[in-house]
């Protein structure tokens, strides 16, 4: 079963834009991952976030986590059209060796 | 660093036969692989998780005798649909994890299976 709920569905921005994602899980992780899959593609790693961190940054990129509200965000700052993909969240629960269970995915369209 | 490559990249089977997807970590040994599907427009769902020299374990609800995981080698896993039908038509992708760096998968590019 999915552990991640995504939030929005989908979303367009114009390029240049902020991009925010959200991701809400259920039970206790050990991290939580962001996936980004290019359509009919596999998926590139961006960022992991350990349940003890609550902000991390790589470059446009930025996560955080608040465990309390088993949620996290991906913000994506100063878009470009090549962001264009399906952002997902992915989450290694306690105990759960290294399973990665998937949230929903959210669909960013930037437009030029 | 860290390339996985599946083969092939799409297939289109008779409904009855049976395909075979492999999985191969290019630069790196890969003691976990796992094996996921997705349908379109839709979040990946776990098959199962591949262990070297080991039998795969199966999520709940995937049917063990119809999608066949080997994993014969560090490098190598590869995933049998048997006796494939319509519904079987998905997209298939893997992932592997660096023998001592677990929490990170490194996927592979996917492969389309239609099954007529």
């Known amino acids: 079963s999915q552990q991640g709920e995504e939030d929005p569905q989908a979303l367009s921005i114009q390029e240049g834009e902020n991009a925010t994602m959200n991701c809400s899980y259920k039970?206790?992780?050990?991290?939580l991952q962001w996936y980004r899959q290019n359509s009919g593609r596999g998926l590139v790693h961006l960022i992991l976030i350990r349940s003890n961190e609550r902000e991390k940054h790589s470059g446009r990129l930025r996560v955080t986590l608040d465990t309390s509200k088993k949620s996290s965000s991906l913000l994506i700052t100063a878009s470009r059209a090549a962001d264009t993909a399906s952002y997902f969240c992915?989450?290694?629960?306690?105990?759960?060796?290294?399973?990665?269970?998937f949230g929903t995915g959210t669909q960013l369209k930037v437009e030029l | 660093g860290a390339v996985v490559s599946q083969h092939p990249s799409w297939v289109i089977c008779k409904s009855g036969t049976s395909v075979k997807i492999e999985c191969r970590s290019l630069?790196?040994?890969?003691?976990?692989m796992f094996w996921y599907r997705q349908f379109p427009k839709q979040s990946l769902m776990l098959m199962a998780t591949?262990?070297?020299?080991?039998?795969?374990?199966?999520e709940q609800g995937v049917e063990k005798d119809k999608f066949l995981i080997n994993h014969a080698s560090l490098t190598l896993s590869t995933l049998t649909v048997t006796s494939a039908h319509p519904e079987d038509s998905s997209f298939y992708i893997c992932?592997?994890?660096?023998?001592?760096?677990?929490?990170?998968?490194?996927f592979g590019p996917g492969t389309r299976l239609l099954v007529l």
């Open positions: 992932s592997a994890s660096i023998a001592g760096s677990q929490e990170t998968q490194y």
């Open positions: 591949s262990n070297e020299g080991s039998k795969a374990t199966y």
């Open positions: 039970t206790s992780i050990n991290n």
């Open positions: 630069d790196f040994q890969a003691t976990t």
């Open positions: 992915a989450t290694i629960l306690t105990g759960g060796g290294n399973k990665l269970t």
